[in-house]
């Protein structure tokens, strides 16, 4: 158990929907990244949060926001869902961000774009 | 694009040791070396990470060569369980995100 807690597991929706997944990062830490895992891409950097602030983007989609709050819990936004967004979501956090500190996985969503 | 190099897959007998290479010939000074894993469509799991030194926790053992432009993950009594695809990543200072490429597939034969 890596303490990143995502919810929800799974997720099914149809094309043109939002929805909003959500991670609570480990006790302690204030970074959360959000990661994309799809059959042919791979594991790919979306974005990440600091302490509340947006602190690194990566291939995000303009469809696609987040936001990390106050409690440090954050949550990824998918709008105008299309077939090509089905995939795992991942969340990962750390204490600061610093590259001698690891990132610490949740066990992801999966998404599912009928 | 992923600084590091790793065969695409490897077998090990299970209770050998399993030796995983990762090539990084670029790496930079401050940049440290870090092993995932993932089982099937489970989350990355941390595994170890080093800068110079070689480390061990409870999982594995790190070593990179003096130069640093390579390292070995060491499982040391592979088990059915440890099969899996394992991550060899470099972090750099200004690296916040972790960039993945395509990973070691280990098997481990019973």
């Known amino acids: 158990d890596s303490g990143v807690t995502q919810t929800p597991k799974h997720l099914i929706t149809a094309t043109g929907q939002r929805v909003t997944l959500r991670c609570s990062p480990r006790s302690g830490d204030l970074s959360v990244y959000w990661y994309q895992q799809s059959l042919d891409q791979g594991l790919q950097f979306l974005i990440q949060?600091?302490?509340?602030?947006?602190?690194a983007k990566g291939n995000i989609l303009e469809r696609f926001s987040a936001q990390q709050f106050p409690d440090l819990h954050s949550e990824l936004n998918l709008s105008s869902l299309e077939l090509g967004d089905s995939a795992l979501y991942f969340c990962?956090?750390?204490?600061?961000?610093?590259?001698?500190?690891?990132?610490?996985f949740g066990d992801g969503t999966r998404l599912s774009i009928l | 694009d992923a600084k590091t190099t790793q065969p695409t897959s490897m077998d090990c007998a299970e209770g050998r040791a399993a030796n995983l290479p990762c090539n990084h010939s670029?790496?930079?000074?401050?940049?440290?070396v870090y092993w995932y894993r993932q089982i099937h469509s489970q989350g990355p799991q941390y595994i170890i990470h080093g800068l110079k030194n070689n480390e061990t926790n409870e999982m594995a053992s790190l070593i990179i060569t003096e130069d640093r432009k390579s390292s070995t993950l060491i499982l040391p009594h592979a088990t059915l369980r440890d099969t899996a695809v394992y991550y060899c990543i470099v972090r750099g200072n200004r690296d916040d995100k972790i960039i993945f490429g395509k990973g070691t597939r280990l098997h481990i034969l019973p």
């Open positions: 990962a956090s750390s204490v600061t961000g610093a590259n001698n500190q690891p990132q610490h």
């Open positions: 949060y600091y302490n509340g602030e947006e602190r």
């Open positions: 670029t790496i930079s000074g401050n940049e440290y």
